[in-house]
């Protein structure tokens, strides 16, 4: 959910994140969307616009992750919170195949992540098919 920023708060945002979607890191540059301003526990659930809160998601990402905070875990059933981006490092949870076109779930919260925010969708798979073929790498988040 988008949100109004003070320029301060827009500013830390800006730095932790790079222009770049927090979850499947996808920048303004390949896409050539804005990022939009993620509440990572969602207004609706009581989180707060408060820098630990919010970070930048290209707007596939928050579109499909909603007010989803949560998941099942389809390899051992268990319920699994979703990635937080302020409170753990991408890289442990995920990593790039060895094409660097889809994304891996490292870890339970890495898997659930994947899918709920469909972070191999077929659009987003395709564009960086076409990214890495004209000599994009992603970046080591
Ligand atoms: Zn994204």
Not at 121 to 133: D, G, K, P
Request: some cysteine.
């Amino acid at each position: 959910m988008s949100a109004y920023l003070p320029v301060e708060l827009r500013q830390l945002l800006l730095e932790a994140d790079d222009h770049r979607c927090a979850y499947c890191q996808t920048g303004e540059f390949n896409s050539g969307y804005p990022t939009v301003v993620d509440h990572i526990i969602p207004l609706s659930k009581g989180g707060p616009t408060s820098f630990e809160n919010l970070c930048f998601a290209c707007h596939r990402c928050n579109q499909f992750k909603g007010a989803i905070t949560e998941m099942e875990d389809l390899l051992t059933g268990e319920i699994v919170p979703l990635f937080h981006p302020r409170q753990q490092r991408w890289k442990e949870h995920f990593a790039w195949d060895a094409a660097s076109i889809r994304i891996l779930g490292l870890t339970a919260i890495g898997r659930v992540t994947v899918i709920a925010l469909r972070l191999n969708n077929e659009v987003i798979v395709n564009a960086r098919q076409n990214w890495v073929s004209a000599g994009w790498h992603p970046p080591a988040a």
